[in-house]
């Protein structure tokens, strides 16, 4: 790509090789809420009683903000020009990295939705934060909660192993084939 193509501005305020401050600030926003989730449930198996249900309080609240956020997203992505992909990255990586991409937004949706179903279906109202409380509308049944208490756990597994997977693309492409590659998600002045 010549210097005038990289140096050129999309609407969004990105250049033209890299994703735009708003992109930016959702993906590695999501990425921290999730690296909190993930902690947080580790965190949690070993808490005593109190400090547990705190702990689960912010765990559920991040989870509800993993979700607007992965809609907000979603919206954004639809709606904007995205960044000229390397012209080293071929056709079939492409379509890999896409993929792993569709599959991390289905998992950032389903995992905190599946969630939020097992805490409803076990009769609990979610509170975000403290700001304000979201009633459960779930029927209370113990058979609901433990399927998508199972859903939600195997999904944030499956959810680590893509995620694991994205990064681990990342860092291959940016260190083989692109070395700008990992500067496309990156704020201005980092990498």
Do not use: C, N
């Amino acid at each position: 790509m010549d210097e005038e193509a990289k140096s050129e501005t999309r609407e969004d305020g990105g250049a033209a090789d890299r994703f735009g401050p708003f992109g930016i600030l959702l993906h590695w926003t999501v990425a921290l809420l999730v690296l909190f989730q993930l902690g947080s449930a580790l965190a949690m198996e070993g808490m005593e009683r109190e400090l547990r249900g705190t702990v689960m309080g912010l765990h559920k609240a991040a989870g509800l903000t993993v979700v607007a956020l992965t809609i907000a997203r979603i919206l954004w992505r639809r709606s904007t020009t995205l960044p000229d992909w390397p012209e080293s990255v071929g056709a079939a990586r492409r379509r890999l990295l896409h993929r792993v991409e569709l599959a991390i937004y289905a998992l950032l949706l389903v995992v905190p939705l599946a969630g939020w179903g097992t805490s409803m279906a076990a009769g609990h109202a979610t509170s975000w934060f403290g700001l304000f409380t979201i009633p459960a509308f779930l029927p209370e049944s113990e058979t609901l909660a433990e399927v998508l208490g199972e859903v939600h756990e195997i999904g944030a597994f499956g959810l680590m192993a893509v995620v694991g997977l994205h990064a681990g693309l990342v860092v291959w492409e940016a260190s083989t084939t692109s070395p700008g590659f990992l500067r496309r998600m990156l704020p201005p002045g980092v990498g």
